[in-house]
């Protein structure tokens, strides 16, 4: 997975699925989009994702989303198989009021570690010779160094993926089986230690656009009357297993969390819960 196809703007709306509506999903977007590579070479038309989030001791960049802070961003290194040939991707994830803006570059997986420590790399050891890539790089670890950031979390899930055919203009994702667990080291392995779900059999379907909203997509949230709301595998992730967990040094004292930043906190995850027991008992 070399390629990359990742648009530096876009929107993303996201909905919290049951599994019979991301089946009846599929079947209206075919008509729209094509499979993504990918997945097409897979049965369940699915690839894995894992991504290593990066965060300072004070867990700072996931308080920023629980308390939904206005340009708000996520440190994460990206990679999709367990071998010492596949690449890594230094990925900013950042939230400007609705739009979605993404730097990413990929560096050989022997060079994350001087990466990570300040040194860019030469471009032998650049996935592409993009130069946005290598700005994107430098950029992350500004980032990093500025939050005193380091691994915290691995988040592993199932993505199946739908394209426009001629372009990534319009993307519909549904990702699956989201599992999360502490990592503080950058190991980069399918291992996960003691993962737990983050949200069940639910789907997170995300419907991606760089333009205007596609007519066709309204017709869709009509007709499965798709209702939006928030879906943050690594916050919600996080919330779950519980912040203390998440520190390095197992320290149970984090940074001062007011009342309502809290009440936020457990009101995601008592919707989540709600959504989950309703589809097991349908």
Known sequence: ???????????????????????????FVRPYLELDEYGSKRPDLSYTIHNLYLDSEDLEIYWGTING???????????????????????????????ILKQRGGVKRVSVESVLSGQLPAVSELVSGDPRQLSAIQRFVELATHHRASPVAHVRYEREAWISPHDNSVRVTLDRNVLISPEFVTRFTEQMDDPISVFGR???????????????????????HLRQGSASKYADGIARR?????????????????????????ERLAKIDRMSLATSSS
């Open 1 to 27: 997975m070399a390629d990359d196809q990742m648009q530096l703007q876009r929107w993303e709306l996201k909905y919290i699925i049951p599994e019979d509506v991301a089946l009846a999903v599929r079947d």
């Open 69 to 99: 802070d206005k340009n708000r961003y996520k440190l994460r290194l990206r990679f999709y198989e367990d071998k010492p040939q596949s690449p890594i991707f230094f990925e900013i994830k950042r939230r400007m009021n609705e739009a």
């Open 202 to 224: 639910l789907v997170i379907l995300e419907l991606k656009f760089t333009s205007r909203f596609p007519d066709w997509f309204k017709e869709m949230v009509r007709i499965f």
């Open 242 to 266: 519980g912040e203390c967990h998440f520190q390095a040094r197992g320290d149970s004292t984090l940074r001062r969390v007011t009342f309502h930043v809290a009440t936020r906190r457990d």
